[in-house]
């Protein structure tokens, strides 16, 4: 077993699962603004550390993704953000990319960046502490999305990022999402997440990337949020193991998947549902942020300075998504 393969294991077993806490500044601003909580630092930094020093991150949470300013950040409780992650027992991550910009050659399209200078940058954050990292490239659906240009450019960029991050001694989370926007069929993103992710693990191979210690953060398979084909979560969950089944390679120890855009209840329902019928050598568990700190965001923003309260919240939703990496969940969990 190598380093990199006892990280993510470490990171995906039992049940555990991560807590996306990257969002960018701009991002985090518009949803403190949702809750009408002024975005600066110091905020944005008591809601992150409200969460990571909860009993929950103990019990549920394997690894946190975070972002350039909170890794450098140190907590009211005089540790630094990934020491106050790794004390909990998960393991330190962190965003890398430099966000998706406009494709040049296809101008609906996006392209990922932040090959520039990564090497440098990776070796910093390994400094501070970081022993995974998160890339995530972005592919529209239309009648003519993805486009080949989209799906080889992104796969590319994926691949020489995951390269410089294993050089590195971190495991890269692989993040091709393939966005929920349209009015497509939950047929029609079966296929073209198919392409997607066989389209990425071909250039991993051309980069021998160490598959053992990477981790795939996908999308699960779903109709688009304007479609009027909409399916049951018994079929979300057949869906998506038979695109993973028929794309993912066996050496990969686990998938993460992201919430995108669903709510709380349905990102750990179908969570649930896809382990029921794992029948795979997959760990198959979540990678979610606001499906895992909506909640908890809510109650917080009445009262920031109720830590309990809002760890509470944030327990419950952790456990949930826990047990629905295990196949555990229930609605009347859910209510308890």
């Known amino acids: 077993m190598s380093e990199l393969n006892k990280i993510a294991l470490k990171i995906l077993s039992n ?24 975005s600066t630092s110091e905020n944005r930094l008591l809601f992150r550390e409200t969460l990571f020093s909860s009993e929950g991150m103990k019990n549920y949470i394997g690894g946190v993704i975070l972002y350039d300013e909170t890794i450098n950040q140190t907590s009211n409780l005089q540790k630094t953000i990934p020491e106050l992650i790794s004390i909990s027992g998960a393991v330190p991550g962190i965003k890398v990319d430099t966000g998706a910009k406009i494709l040049a ?6 392209i990922t960046e932040g090959l520039d200078g990564l090497r440098e940058r990776l070796q910093g954050y390994y400094k501070l502490g970081a022993r995974f990292t998160k890339w995530r490239g972005v592919y529209n659906i239309s009648n003519k999305y993805p486009s080949t240009l989209s799906i080889q450019s992104n796969a590319h960029a994926l691949a020489r990022y995951s390269a410089l991050v294993q050089e590195c001694g971190m495991v890269p989370i692989v993040e091709p999402e ?8 939950a047929e029609v993103c079966f296929d073209k997440t198919s392409e997607v992710i066989r389209r990425c693990f ?6 021998k990337i160490d598959l053992s210690g990477i981790i795939l953060k996908p999308n699960m398979i779903l109709a688009g ?5 909409k399916i049951s979560s018994e079929e979300v969950a057949r869906l998506t193991l038979k695109c993973l089944k028929k794309n993912v390679p066996f050496e990969v120890p686990g998938i993460a998947f992201l919430s995108g855009g669903q709510t709380e209840i349905e990102a750990t329902k179908n969570l649930n549902l896809i382990n029921k019928h794992n029948d795979t050598n997959f760990i198959m568990t979540y990678s979610y942020g606001r499906a895992l700190q909506k909640s908890a965001l809510k109650f917080w923003s009445k009262n920031i300075k109720d830590t309990n309260g809002t760890q509470k919240i944030f327990n419950h939703r952790a456990n949930m998504c826990t047990l629905a990496a295990q196949g555990k969940w229930s609605a009347e969990l859910e209510a308890k």
């Open 225 to 229: 949020t304007e479609s009027n084909k």
């Open 15 to 38: 049940g555990k699962g991560i807590l996306a806490a990257d969002e960018s500044n701009g991002t985090m601003t518009k949803r403190l603004d949702s809750v009408n909580v002024p």
């Open 178 to 185: 393939v966005l929920m926007d349209g009015d497509h069929s």
């Open 202 to 207: 071909e250039e991993l191979a051309i980069h």
């Open 105 to 110: 050659g296809s101008p609906e399209e996006k």
